[in-house]
């Protein structure tokens, strides 16, 4: 008999019920906006940020509209401007080279590895060859490169780094958070990441004029004060004229809602990991199957899963993803020649100019990109691998 899967790769598990009751309460109350406050008193978008610095290590936190927002924004910060280089590694999601773009900065690819991550080699000459002064590094689809050697090559060429931890959320290289070795990290609280509110973005860094301006920026007005991971007022008395408001704020039902989940995320990144593990366990030593090998100093939270078919045509490849599409089984194909669903081929973003990038074209090649949300069990898990491991193990068609 051959298997099946009936499960769908884009549900997520509902928002729980305590979340609902928090967001049924601050509607209730009718003071959705963040700075809509009580004097003294901390709305919800002011206690996650606290909470969430805190759950991070960081002194700062802005939660702000979206991802994408978070980025642009700590860009912005750091006072990226038009025609400034930014470098970015090749294998990422649209909007980070679009937040780039937003700003009428340049984006600098970088290689990146058969590992998935930033090709440290290639960085170090694109630095010496742009000038640029400020590395967006994404930790796309979860993989996390040596962070002490690119600390080492960014510090020692004067390149501040911004992290983008989409992905990385409660992830960790060696004991430090993903998004706390650059000088800000942000995260995406939109449905397919790790916190999901519809859409939402936090901001952290230690950087105390960094925040004032990231929290001017995103449409504090003068009412900063009534922020709990902020800096100090004589902070904002240094930078407020100069800096432009460009309204991005988050407001208090999603982060009533985002409080909530924040205090399971721990939890979340282990139900992730094991779902994880069975499905790699269940692809390990397939013929013609290659896993992405991940470091020892990595904690990575597997909510997506990547493998590379080796040994076989684009053709080939379309047809045993196709074959798995047919049984249930949804694999994204970062090889395929147009860009389909969300795009994270760079040669799919034609508004910059970019050389050719052939390392990371191999890289995505074969490779081969599944989801795994936490709807799925681990029986469901086992069947996905049962199915994708006996597609690969058929030989090519004629
Ligand atoms: C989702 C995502 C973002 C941005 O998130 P939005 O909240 O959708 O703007 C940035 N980088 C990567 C790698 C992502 O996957």
Known sequence: ????????????????????????????????????VAPGELGETALLEREFARAVGAKYCLAVASGGYALATALRALG??????????????????????????VPVLVEVTERLVIDLDDLQRRIADSGARVLLLSHMRGHICDMDALMA?????????????????????????????????????????????????????????????????SGSYMLYGRHAAAPP?????????????????MDNLRAAILRVQLRTLAQRCADWNARYRVVEDGLRGVAGIELIERAREETYVGSSIQFRLSG????????????CAARGVELKWF????????????????????????????????????????????????????????????????
């Not at 025609?83 to 590694?89: P, Q």
């Not at 992905?167 to 995406?188: D, E, K, L």
């Not at 904002?236 to 460009?246: A, E, L, Q, S, V």
């Open 312 to 323: 076989r045509s684009g053709k080939d490849i379309g047809a045993f993803v196709a074959r």
């Open 80 to 105: 990226v401007g038009p025609g400034d280089a930014v470098l970015s590694n090749a294998f990422t999601l649209a909007p980070v080279p679009g937040a780039i773009a937003g700003l009428g900065a």
């Open 153 to 217: 090559i960014c510090d020692a060429a004067g390149v501040r780094v911004v992290e983008d931890c989409a992905h990385t959320m409660g992830a960790f290289w060696r004991a430090t958070p993903s998004g706390r070795h650059g000088v800000i990290g942000c995260y995406s609280t939109q449905t397919y990441k790790h916190l999901n509110s519809g859409e939402g973005g936090l901001l952290v860094t230690d950087d105390a004029e960094a925040m004032a301006r990231a929290v001017m920026l």
């Open 335 to 398: 090889g395929g020649a147009e860009p389909v669903g969300f795009t994270s081929r760079y040669d799919s973003w034609r508004y910059f100019e970019s050389p050719r990038m052939a390392r990371t074209e191999a890289a995505l090649a074969g490779l081969v990109d599944m989801r795994l949300p936490l709807t799925f069990s681990l029986d469901d898990c086992a069947l996905i691998a049962r199915i994708i491991a006996s597609e690969a193990a058929r030989p090519p068609a004629a």
């Open 1 to 36: 008999m051959t298997e099946k899967f009936d499960g769908n790769f884009t549900q997520q598990e509902p928002i729980p019920e305590e979340a609902i009751q928090a967001a049924v309460e601050v509607m209730r109350s009718g003071r959705l906006h963040r700075y809509n």
């Open 233 to 249: 007022g004589e902070v904002f008395d240094r930078i407020k004229y100069d800096t432009p408001n460009i309204s991005g704020r």
